[in-house]
Nanobody, 124 residues
Framework: QAQLVESGGGLVQAGGSLRLSCAAS????????MAWFRQAPGKERDFVAHITWSGGSTDYADSVKGRFTISRDNAKNMVYLQMNSLKPEDTAVYYCSAARGLLFRKRTSTYDFWGQGTQVTVSS
C-alpha cells in the first residue's frame, strides 16, 4: 500500500511562493497518476492539479492556472507543487493523492491513496 507524505507548507505573505513536496513509498509509484487537492476550513476538498504517470500531461483548477505548477520525478518517487503569486484564498490544507485510473481526475473518489496534508497559510 502506498504511503504519501507531504511537506513544504507554511506561512507566507500574499504574492509569495511555496513549493510543496510529496514523497511516495510505493515502489510502483511511476504507475500512478498524481494530484494535489486542498481543503479550507468548513469547505469541501477541492481539486488543484493533476499529472499523469509519465508527467506528459497536466491539468489545473481554473483558480490556480498560471500560478501553480505540478511536476514529478519518478526516479525519486516525488511529486511537487510550485505555488507562485499566492493569495489569501489559497489558504488550506493541501493533500497529495495517487490513482491508477485517469477518468474523473477532479473527483476525490478517483484516488486510492492520500497523504496526511500540509497547511498553507497566506496572509494579506
Amino acid at each position: 500500500q502506498a504511503q504519501l507524505v507531504e511537506s513544504g507548507g507554511g506561512l507566507v505573505q500574499a504574492g509569495g511562493s511555496l513549493r510543496l513536496s510529496c514523497a511516495a513509498s510505493e515502489r510502483t509509484f511511476s504507475q500512478y497518476h498524481m494530484a494535489w487537492f486542498r481543503q479550507a476550513p468548513g469547505k469541501e476538498r477541492d481539486f488543484v492539479a493533476h499529472i499523469t504517470w509519465s508527467g506528459g500531461s497536466t491539468d489545473y483548477a481554473d483558480s490556480v492556472k498560471g500560478r501553480f505548477t505540478i511536476s514529478r520525478d519518478n526516479a525519486k518517487n516525488m511529486v511537487y507543487l510550485q505555488m507562485n503569486s499566492l493569495k489569501p484564498e489559497d489558504t488550506a490544507v493541501y493533500y497529495c493523492s495517487a490513482a491508477r485510473g485517469l477518468l474523473f481526475r477532479k473527483r476525490t473518489s478517483t484516488y486510492d491513496f492520500w497523504g496526511q496534508g500540509t497547511q498553507v497559510t497566506v496572509s494579506s
